[in-house]
């Protein structure tokens, strides 16, 4: 079934529903005319072939029947076309239209005139009778289709006011366009999207409207196939990119396309983001991978190295050569072992830790990814515990997710300071972690959004756009809070309070 034909159906079911409740109620007539006579007439014409079921009330002027006919209370009108003063029945048929009456209005006049009743029909008349040439039968059955005529148009009014709401209120793009291709129909929703009126969107071919990288695919969509397709499509507007949609499309008549177009952004950039973990996933297992292979041969180097060390004269250069190599051996190892600790999955159990420890096991990842930017890493830990209740891998995460974020921010070098101290704020002791740089900052409209989930700046493959939002649930979760002070060209300082265990 087409929308034509339940819609038509809906309208014909609330006629008939109409009629059989007028059958057993009185119907509430008014008469507009300036001859109190015509009351007496009407009445009696009405009574002898409905005996009861019509009551007509009566009014001389035109703005006392005006006023009356839009205080909804009647179910039709009969207005001369002769009233008192310069304004005619056609005048108040046409003023109660434009002010929303919904009752029928039949036109009564003395004489015949096709000019008269071509205006009065054009005007929105159900009817027009001349007086003295309708008797009875007429009189009723004029009253009595036109109130059935009413009720069919004020359901249809009704079921297009519901479809149009639907429609427009849809957050979904319902569009139609004719056989070239040219947008002949959209509703709300696109213009909403796109940026543009609708004006400016009917006549306009839809690949206008289409990501130059996606228009072959929505071209070769359109080939008609005698069945729905469905193609996910990126959309441009007034200002460039609006998003990805994934499109419906169905033929219409006269060779024409019609569909619906939902938004999928976030499901597309969901997907790209689970490729991304899969990708980094696996890169860690292979760098643990390297990690694990890496240990037994250092371990022979150390072992080696110490075994030389224990030979060579104590103060002489070879001896100090020895203890130099040693000591790089011992710090490769311990940069292997953190790789290891850190890609493990298993559950860690929350417990007590010291915060400044987990700062230096990620500042030992991220430090030499800053020295290959030439950027200067400072610290300034507390001289006594922080002690901190958590997982320590978490707190290690935030600090390297928030370090790779101010490394990202000074690409043509600056200074990266991690501080780690203890205030006293709100009658309990915390402990306070901030990460500066001297970076390019953040524009004051991203401010509010750079916590959000999936919200990044970044060129595509630099960054997912979950660090900060990451850093802000861990904190959260700990007890604590994340907070942003930046400026453009002034850098950024994250700081981070968490309770003190």
């Not at 014409?45 to 909804?72: K, T």
């Not at 990451?470 to 981070?496: D, H, N, R, W, Y």
Request: one cysteine or more.
């Amino acid at each position: 079934m087409t929308l034509r034909e339940a819609l038509l159906r809906q309208t014909r079911a609330a006629a008939a529903a109409a009629a059989a409740a007028a059958a057993g109620a009185v119907t509430r007539v008014l008469l507009v005319d300036d001859d109190r006579q015509e009351l007496s007439l009407i009445e009696g014409q009405l009574e002898v072939n409905a005996p009861g079921r019509f009551r007509v009330d009566w009014r001389a002027a035109y703005d006392d029947g005006l006023a009356s006919l839009l205080s909804g209370d009647y179910d039709a009108c009969l207005v001369d076309y002769r009233l008192i003063g310069p304004r005619t029945g056609l005048d108040f048929l046409k003023e109660a239209k434009a002010r929303g009456a919904r009752a029928p209005i039949v036109l009564l006049t003395g004489l015949w005139d096709t000019t008269v009743d071509l205006e009065a029909m054009k005007a929105g008349a159900s009817d027009y009778l001349v007086k003295g040439q309708f008797g009875p039968d007429l009189l009723e059955r004029c009253l009595r289709y036109a109130i059935a005529q009413a009720g069919v148009v004020e359901a249809l009014r009704r079921s297009q006011e519901r479809y149009r709401a639907i429609v427009e209120g849809t957050r979904a793009i319902l569009f139609q366009l004719d056989a070239r291709g040219r947008i002949v129909y959209v509703n709300e929703a696109a213009s909403r999207v796109l940026g543009l009126e609708a004006r400016q969107l009917l006549g306009r071919h839809v690949l206008r409207f289409v990501h130059p990288a996606d228009r072959e695919a929505a071209a070769a969509a359109a080939v008609p196939a005698g069945s729905s397709r469905v193609v996910e499509l990126r959309f441009r507007g007034a200002d460039g990119f609006r998003g990805w949609f994934g499109v419906t499309i169905h033929e219409a008549a006269a060779g024409g396309l019609s569909g619906l177009a939902l938004e999928i952004t976030e499901r597309k950039t969901l997907e790209d983001m689970f490729v991304q973990a899969e990708k980094m996933s696996a890169m860690g297992f292979l760098a643990a991978g390297i990690a694990h292979e890496l240990n037994t041969p250092l371990s022979i180097v150390i072992g080696s190295v110490e075994q030389l060390r224990a030979k060579a004269v104590k103060g002489k250069a070879a001896d100090k050569v020895l203890k130099t190599m040693s000591e790089v051996c011992e710090r490769c190892r311990g940069l292997v072992d953190r790789m290891l600790a850190f890609s493990r999955k298993e559950e860690e159990p929350d417990r007590v830790f010291d915060l400044r420890e987990a700062v230096e096991s990620a500042l030992a990842l991220v430090e030499p990814q800053a020295r290959m930017r030439c950027l200067e890493v400072g610290r300034s830990l507390d001289n006594k515990r922080l002690a901190v209740r958590g997982r320590r891998t978490h707190v290690e995460q935030l600090v390297i997710n928030l370090a790779n974020n101010a490394i990202d921010a000074m690409e043509e070098g600056g200074r990266l300071e991690i501080l780690a101290g203890r205030l006293t704020q709100r009658g309990r002791g915390w402990a306070r972690l901030a990460v500066v740089d001297t970076g390019r900052g953040i524009p004051p409209e991203y401010l509010e959004r750079v916590r959000e989930p999936f919200f990044t700046t970044k060129q595509p493959g630099r960054g997912t756009g979950l660090g900060l939002w990451l850093a802000t649930e861990i904190a959260a979760k700990m007890g604590g809070t994340l907070s942003i002070e930046s400026a453009p060209l002034k850098g950024t300082t994250v700081t981070v309070l968490l309770p003190l265990a």
